[in-house]
C-alpha cells in the first residue's frame, strides 16, 4: 500500500539556519511527489513537485527537494530559513489507486526561533 | 492563491445532525477531491468526483457523501455527525489535461466542529 512517512512531528531551527525535512515514501510504481506547506488556519499551497527527470527540483520559496529511489525518500531543503516559514509541512505522494488522489504524510510542524 | 473556494469558512454542529459543505473548484478543473484532516494529522482522502460521478472512494462510511454539478461545483454531505466528525475538510480541484500526474489545487477549508 502506499504509504507517506514523516519521521519528524516537529523541528525548530533558528532564522537563517538551513533547513531539511524528511520524508520517505512507499509506492509500487515511479512515484509523483509533493511537499505542501499550510500556514494556521490556511488551506495547503503547493510548494514544488517532482515527476521524472532531474531528481533535484525546485520550488517556490527558496525551497527545493531531491528524490532518491534508492531510499524512497524526497526530503526538503532550504538554505536559510526565515521567520515567515513557520507552518507544517507535509509530503505526499501522488496515487492513482480508486480515483486520483494524494496521500499525505501526518506533516512537520516547523518553528523558527529568532 | 488556488482559485478554490469552499464555505462556510466555520460550521458548529451537535451530534446526530446533518451538514453540508461546498466546493468550487478552479476554472477549468472537471475533478473535484474531498479530503478530512483532524487536528494534528494529514489530510485523508473521502471520495473524488469527476464529471458528476464519483471515481474513488477512501476509508470513510456511507454517511459521508458526496455531489458534483454540471459546472463542477461540489457538495460534501455527512449524516448523523459523529464527535469525531470534527475535522478541517479540504476541497482540491485538478485537470485531467494533467494527465497522470495528480496536481490538486486546494482550498483553504472548512472547519466543522461537532458538540
Known amino acids: 500500500a502506499q504509504s507517506v512517512t514523516q519521521p519528524d512531528i516537529h523541528i525548530t531551527v533558528s532564522e537563517g539556519a538551513s533547513l531539511e525535512l524528511r520524508c520517505n515514501y512507499s509506492?509500487?510504481?515511479?512515484?509523483?511527489l509533493f511537499w505542501y506547506v499550510q500556514s494556521p488556519g490556511q488551506g495547503l499551497q503547493l510548494l514544488l513537485k517532482?515527476?521524472?527527470?532531474?531528481?533535484l527540483v525546485q520550488g517556490i520559496k527558496g525551497f527545493e527537494a531531491e528524490f532518491k529511489r534508492s531510499q524512497s525518500s524526497f526530503n526538503l531543503r532550504k538554505p536559510s530559513v526565515h521567520w515567515s516559514d513557520a507552518a507544517e509541512y507535509f509530503c505526499?505522494?501522488?496515487?492513482?489507486?480508486?480515483?486520483?488522489?494524494?496521500?499525505f504524510g501526518a506533516g512537520t510542524r516547523l518553528f523558527v526561533k529568532a | 492563491e488556488t482559485g478554490v473556494t469552499q464555505s462556510p469558512t466555520h460550521l458548529i454542529k451537535t451530534r446526530g445532525q446533518q451538514v453540508t459543505l461546498r466546493c468550487s473548484s478552479q476554472?477549468?478543473?472537471?475533478?473535484v477531491s474531498w479530503y478530512q484532516q483532524a487536528l494534528g494529522q494529514g489530510p485523508q482522502f473521502i471520495f473524488q468526483?469527476?464529471?458528476?460521478?464519483?471515481?474513488g472512494r477512501g476509508n470513510f462510511p456511507p454517511r459521508f457523501s458526496g455531489l458534483q454539478f454540471p459546472n463542477y461545483s461540489s457538495e460534501l454531505n455527512v449524516n448523523a455527525l459523529e464527535l469525531d466528525d470534527s475535522a478541517l475538510y479540504l476541497c482540491?480541484?485538478?485537470?485531467?489535461?494533467?494527465?497522470?500526474?495528480?496536481?490538486?489545487?486546494f482550498g483553504a477549508g472548512t472547519r466543522l466542529s461537532v458538540l
Open positions: 509506492y509500487g510504481a515511479t512515484p509523483y
Open positions: 476554472s477549468g478543473h472537471n475533478t
Open positions: 505526499a505522494v501522488g496515487s492513482n489507486t480508486g480515483g486520483f488522489k494524494t496521500i
Open positions: 468526483y469527476y464529471r458528476e460521478e464519483e471515481n
Open positions: 517532482y515527476f521524472s527527470g532531474d531528481t
Open positions: 482540491a480541484s485538478s485537470s485531467p489535461s494533467q494527465g497522470s500526474k495528480n496536481i490538486q489545487y
